[in-house]
């Protein structure tokens, strides 16, 4: 249940950034949710994939070349999904920075108060 409320939330991100952002189309909300459940995959399978390929330019950016991996998947999910298109590298990047900004925010929402004794 969890899962499902988590990708319905990324979803609802992904449709405000398409709708803030003029460089990210999405046509519709079930497209939004294709995506979210694809970028969720890529994370999965394909990010640490391309983290040990890149390992030594990680190390040497200080991690910052992660950002750059995270372009790469967006624009990999704007290949594999129609309905769903970012214009170039620039807006991947800012996409996937206000996105990973964006689910934060909702996931602290899904978290249960600890509870004190």
């Given amino acids: ?65 992660l950002l750059i991996i995270n372009a790469v998947i967006i624009l990999l999910a704007d290949w594999l999904v129609t309905g769903f298109s970012v214009e170039n590298f620039w807006w991947a990047l800012l996409f996937s920075l206000l996105l990973s900004f964006l689910q934060s925010l909702f996931f602290s929402a899904l978290k249960e108060p600890e509870r004190t004794q």
């Fill in 1 to 65: 249940m969890k899962f499902i409320l988590r990708m319905l939330l990324s979803a609802l991100a992904v449709v405000l950034l398409a709708n803030l952002l003029s460089g990210v189309q999405v046509d519709s909300f079930l497209i939004a949710v294709i995506v979210a459940l694809v970028i969720s995959l890529l994370n999965f399978i394909v990010k640490p994939i391309l983290v040990i390929f890149t390992l030594p330019v990680t190390i040497l950016t200080f991690g910052l070349f």
